[in-house]
């Protein structure tokens, strides 16, 4: 039963997969979208109404309805943390979306507004912070800490113990060892394998596939 009603912050790809998992695994009923007046572009999203975040208070106050913040990681997550710190000013309450289909063992205290997809594997004794996406099928070993306003994409390895700061982008397949230090702002591209502590606004790239020197169709394989 859908007992309690929620308005998703944003109209762009991410609000619209927000919309479909919250509607198809929590309790909460979407019942439309907010954004800056200034960006929108069609009083529909999703077959439901766009309404102005100006005045959301007024037509949607927050004693009455949740809000989540449906944004993804442009400007290194800044844009979401923005409208986090906004929303939660205005007072609404952000809840968390945590798939009933992924492993989610820790019981350590968790903040709000995390977007935790399926396949995730949260091991015990994982602390997470506040306006973070999981994307799907990630790895999150024991102890691991996980600051705030982060972005995880697909099939990242998080090593135990390792500490995740905030406003960070970890690329699909990105691996971290052990008990390392992930810095504020750091960037992690697909692929990359991190073996020690970064700094502050780092970006990582991973060593690129080498073009062999012949075609597929020459090579003896047996």
Known sequence: MKNKKLIII????????????????????????????????????????????EKLRETHPPEKFEAFIGIGYSNMNKIRETK?????????????????KCSYLTQEPIGDNNLILEDNTIQPFVSIG??????????????????????????????????????????VNSTFRDAIKIADSTLVAAGAIIMKDTQFGEVHLPARSILFGKKSDELEIS
Do not use: R
């Not at 109209?11 to 909460?28: I, M, Q, V």
């Not at 986090?84 to 009933?100: A, D, E, F, W």
């Open 10 to 53: 944003g109209n762009t790809n991410n609000a619209k997969l927000a919309h479909y998992y919250f509607s198809n695994d929590s309790e909460y009923e979407v019942i439309g979208f907010a954004v800056d007046k200034a960006y929108i572009k069609e009083q529909l999203f999703c077959g439901l109404p766009v309404f102005p975040l």
């Open 84 to 100: 986090y710190n906004t929303l939660k000013l205005m007072g609404y309450k952000l809840p968390n979306y945590i798939s009933t």
């Open 130 to 171: 506040s306006n973070n996406v999981f994307w799907s099928g990630n790895h999150i070993g024991h102890d691991v800490v996980i600051g705030n306003h982060n972005f995880i994409s697909s099939h990242v390895v998080i090593s135990g113990f390792t500490i995740i700061g905030n406003n960070v982008f970890l690329g």
